[in-house]
């Protein structure tokens, strides 16, 4: 006779852990001591700050024994799987979203490429996942693939997670540190960008809230710049008119970086994205909205 399934549950913090056994195969306290635990799974989670930090999350969380992990776009809860049945289940990362009943895969790719490039964090292409109607991704860190789900449970995209290996580091943290303390007024701006890019970099992001900076190259490689000052507060509106003649005061040289950072975050600019590949900065609002994008002149 077969006896029922039996399941416990340990409740820690806003994280359970869920162990399944059986008259035939139950979980051992050893076994359960090699299993990972909710401290390793925050800690490789809090070293996420976008999309080009994926690979390395994905070897992080199999190095310590997770063998895939299921996320709910409605509320961002996850379940990480591991050997033997073991289960680690979160609670909520959000207040619930609505998933579209409608795919749009087109637009999901072109979601999914911008992240895995930094330009979103989790939270963002949760939502942006949500609006092209995925239900939940599930990450296997076997095959090393993520497959996307709508509503009603098909596979809408299966994805190749980027090995992480092979980002090899043509550009540093400190080189780019170094070039960009050249800059003294944005007359420098294009002799800037020349130079960067002749190092590997294709696009860059700087924050104005305090002056960080990811400087992105080839195979989702990433360099990141800390803080550079105090942090400031963003204004909630734009004001194009004031940022517009702005600008054209610091690319002229009438104004120092410091000072332009102050007018970019008063005239409700929170960051800028230079592209190498169309020679384009793009400035961007609290909301996500394309400001202004201008073209980088090529002396």
């Not at 913090?13 to 090699?34: F, G, P, W, Y």
């Amino acid at each position: 006779m077969i006896k029922p399934i039996l399941k416990s549950t340990i409740i820690l913090s806003n994280l359970s852990i869920m162990i399944a056994c059986n008259s035939t195969n139950c979980l051992t306290i050893k076994n359960q001591e090699k299993m990972f635990t909710v401290d390793q799974i925050k800690e490789k989670l809090m070293q996420v700050k976008t999309g080009a930090d994926f690979p390395l999350l994905a070897i992080n969380l199999k190095n310590i024994g997770v063998t895939y992990y299921e996320t709910k776009m409605k509320d961002g809860r996850n379940v990480y799987h591991g050997e033997n049945g073991f289960e680690l289940l979160t609670g909520p990362n959000y207040e619930p979203m609505t998933v579209a009943d409608i795919v749009n895969l087109e637009q999901l790719k072109v979601d999914i490429t911008n992240h895995q490039q930094g330009k979103s964090n989790y939270f963002e292409i949760s939502r942006k996942c949500a609006d092209n109607g995925i239900e939940k991704w599930v990450v296997s860190l076997i095959t090393m693939t993520c497959t996307y789900f709508d509503k009603e449970g098909n596979k809408v995209w299966i994805e190749q997670i980027p090995d992480s290996s092979i980002q090899t580091p043509t550009f540093t943290a400190e080189q780019l540190m170094a070039t960009h303390s050249k800059v003294k007024s944005g007359a420098d701006f294009p002799s800037y960008i020349k130079e960067i890019k002749a190092m590997g970099v294709t696009h860059y992001e700087t924050y104005v809230n305090d002056g960080h900076i990811n400087y992105y190259g080839e195979n989702n490689y990433v360099a990141k710049v800390p803080a550079k000052y105090e942090t400031m507060t963003i204004a909630e509106n734009s004001n194009m008119e004031v940022f517009k003649a702005e600008l054209l005061a610091h690319q002229h040289g009438k104004t120092d970086f410091l000072t332009f950072i102050k007018m970019c975050a008063e005239t409700g600019i929170e960051k800028w994205d230079v592209c190498m590949d169309k020679m384009t900065c793009t400035y961007y609002d609290k909301e996500g909205n394309e400001i202004l994008v201008e073209e980088i002149p090529q002396n």
